[in-house]
């Protein structure tokens, strides 16, 4: 496990690099500012996911570990590929890619909140905050900044227009990459955890039915149709396991049991993402005009 970190990283801030490229950053100051979005989007994830959260922990066995890994991911909203498989759901993903900094620090303010609530303050101080911090400098600010610096090179030059175009397919496979990359370095990890790993993934299986019509309800109820309502349905239904693991691997014990119980998670979010991919569209052919 000690060559996780350096394995993913570097992975996980490409994958937000070529992300980050494929929206317009010009646009983005514009987009965080349409609070109109903004306001649902921050509520579905900080009030009504942790409502349907603190639910479903209820019936969480009662090993402090096990809780502290479940909570810990399915009360953090993804800041990464939310946003590859949102576009390919037909939400706006822009407006999603815009939010990523309020959802990155909001998230981090409110998680010791959050796990102090449901799991007491002894859990919550084991969660440590320099984690959060690294993932905002190191895979937030420089991939967008290395992408606005690509799409202004685009902007004035043919060899910039190139790059950029290469750099234009390259999303989904970047995603792959981080997904095997996290699979590849845990799995070993899930033998070992065998039984914490089973007991949890009827618990992912039941949020990734509920959240997305948990965020879908929320979106409607404040007025988004379209785009920005399915935006809301993708951010409260997956979750930022990929950027909370260096988080769970500071807390002290945590291998075998907290990186399995997040991969798991992964893998369960995988294979809803593609029938939200499907699913989440039809909702928004659905909603009246």
């Given at each position: 496990?000690?060559?996780?970190?350096?394995?993913?990283?570097p992975?996980?801030?490409?994958?937000?690099?070529?992300t980050?490229?494929?929206?317009?950053?010009?646009?983005?100051g514009?987009?965080f500012?349409?609070?109109?979005?903004?306001?649902?989007?921050?509520?579905?994830?900080?009030?009504?996911?942790?409502?349907l959260?603190?639910?479903?922990s209820?019936f969480?066995?009662?090993?402090?570990?096990?809780?502290?890994?479940?909570?810990?991911?399915?009360?953090?909203?993804?800041?990464?590929?939310?946003?590859?498989?949102?576009?390919?759901?037909?939400?706006?993903a822009?407006?999603?890619?815009?939010?990523?900094?309020?959802?990155?620090l909001?998230?981090m303010?409110?998680?010791p909140?959050?796990?102090?609530?449901?799991?007491?303050?002894?859990?919550?101080?084991?969660?440590?905050?320099?984690p959060?911090?690294?993932?905002?400098?190191?895979?937030?600010?420089?991939?967008?900044?290395?992408?606005?610096?690509?799409?202004?090179?685009?902007g004035r030059?043919?060899?910039?227009?190139?790059?950029?175009?290469?750099?234009?397919?390259?999303?989904?496979?970047?995603?792959?990459?981080?997904?095997?990359v996290?699979?590849?370095?845990?799995?070993?990890?899930?033998g070992?955890?065998?039984a914490?790993?089973l007991?949890?993934?009827?618990?992912?299986?039941?949020?990734?039915?509920l959240?997305?019509?948990?965020?879908?309800?929320?979106?409607?109820?404040?007025?988004?149709?379209?785009?920005?309502?399915?935006?809301?349905?993708f951010?409260?239904?997956?979750?930022?396991?990929?950027?909370?693991?260096?988080?769970a691997?500071?807390?002290p014990?945590?291998?075998?049991?907290?990186?399995?119980?997040?991969?798991?998670q992964?893998?369960?979010?995988?294979?809803?993402?593609l029938?939200?991919?499907?699913?989440?569209?039809?909702?928004?052919?659905?909603a009246?005009?």
């Open positions: 496990m000690a060559t996780l970190d350096l394995a993913i990283n992975a996980l801030a490409f994958m937000l690099f070529v980050f490229l494929q929206v317009p950053l010009a646009d983005l514009r987009a500012t349409r609070w109109r979005f903004m306001a649902p989007l921050l509520a579905a994830n900080f009030l009504a996911i942790p409502l959260v603190g639910a479903l209820q969480l066995p009662v090993d402090p570990l096990i809780r502290l890994g479940v909570l810990l991911v399915l009360l953090t909203p993804c800041i990464d590929y939310v946003v590859t498989f949102a576009h390919l759901g037909r939400a706006d822009k407006l999603l890619l815009a939010a990523t900094p309020a959802l990155l909001l998230q303010a409110l998680l909140v959050y796990l102090a609530l449901l799991l007491g303050e002894e859990a919550a101080r084991l969660v440590q905050i320099s959060f911090l690294h993932a905002f400098v190191w895979l937030i600010a420089a991939p967008l900044a290395l992408a606005g610096f690509v799409q202004l090179w685009a030059t043919a060899s910039g227009v190139r790059a950029a175009s290469v750099l234009g397919v390259l999303p989904v496979p970047a995603t792959a990459l981080v997904l095997f996290v699979v590849a370095a845990v799995v070993p990890q899930l070992l955890a065998r914490a790993v007991t949890v993934v009827p618990f992912y299986v039941a949020f990734a039915l959240a997305p019509i948990v965020g879908w309800w929320v979106a409607r109820l404040a007025g988004l149709q379209g785009g920005e309502a399915r935006g809301v349905a951010s409260a239904a997956t979750r930022n396991s990929l950027v909370v693991l260096p988080l691997l500071a807390v014990d945590a291998v075998p049991v907290l990186p399995a119980i997040i991969v798991a992964t893998l369960v979010e995988l294979v809803s993402e029938v939200y991919v499907r699913a989440i569209p039809r909702l928004g052919k659905a009246p005009a």
